[in-house]
C-alpha cells in the first residue's frame, strides 16, 4: 500500500489522483513544480490549502515521504525535462533514498522506460495511468469508481501499486511495455475520438431546432445505452440503425441533410459509416451490408 504522496507538478490529473488519495484516507505531504497559478487552484480543492508548495525540484527530491510516492504531474510534452530536473535533484543531494519509497509518472502513452535517469540515481520508478479523464482538478468523486489501471512496474513494486489502486476504487493490471502505443491508441478513442461522433450528433440536432438541453440529453442518454448494450452483449451485436440494416435510403437522407446543412461533416460521416460497416462484417447477417458498400462505392467513384 502506500500511505504519503508528494506531488510534482499539480496539474489536472495529479491533483485529483492526490484528492481521492485524500478521500480514501491518504495523506498528500507535499507539492512542487509547476506554475504559481496551477500550484494555487490545486491548494484551492478539498482543503489542499494547508499542504506546502515550492517551485522547484530540490525540494521534491528531499520531501519524498519515507515508504511513499512522489508523483510526476508533468504533462507528456514536459516529462524529459521534469524527470531531467528530478534526476539531478537527487544525485546534487547526496542524501540516500529511502529503499521503500518510489517516484510514479501519470503518462498513459509513456512507460516506465521514461523514467531511467530517477532509475539511475537510485530510485525505485514505475508507471502508473488510471484510464479516466480528469477535466479539472477536482474528480468529482470519493474514489477511482472501478477505473482501470495500467502499470507498469519491478515485480517487487507492482504488488503495492496494485493494492494502492484497489485501495483508490481502482481496477489494476499489468501493461507490458512494448504494449504501450496500442493501449494509448485504445484509450484515446474510447474518449477523445469519441467525442468527434457526439459533435456531429450535437451539430445534426442543432440544426434541427433541437434545444441545446434537450440534445445533449438526449445524446448521453442514448450513447449511455449504447455503450451498456456493448458492454453487456459485444460491440457488433449492440451496433443497430441503418448500416447494419443495409438501408441505403436512410443514408442517402442522412448524406442529404449533411449536404444541405452541415457539408462540412460530410468526409466525417462517411468515415463513420465506412467504420461501421467494418463492424458489421463481424455479425452473422454482414451479407445485409453489401448494399451500403455499393453505395459508397457510388458516391465516390
Known sequence: MVSELWIHGPGRAATSLAVIHRRCGGRVVGLSGGSKDGARAARAVDGFGDVPWTSGADAASAGIP???CLVIGAPDDALDATIAELAGAFRTSGASVDPDAFVVHLSGIRGRDALAPLADAGVKTAAFHPLCTFPSRDPGGRDLGGTIVAIEAEADLR???????????????????????????GAANASNTLLASIDLAAAALAAAGVPDDLAMDGIVAIAQRTLDNARRDGIAVALTGPVVRGDVTTLRRHL??????????????????RALVGICRRRDDAARTDAVVRWLEEIES
Open 66 to 68: 519515507p515508504g511513499g
Open 159 to 185: 504488488d503495492r501499486l496494485f493494492a494502492w489502486a484497489r485501495a483508490l476504487g481502482g481496477r489494476p493490471f499489468a501493461l507490458a511495455a512494448e504494449a504501450r502505443g496500442l493501449y494509448h491508441l
Open 256 to 273: 442529404d441533410a449533411i449536404d444541405g446543412q452541415l457539408p462540412e461533416r460530410r468526409a466525417l460521416y462517411l468515415q463513420l459509416v
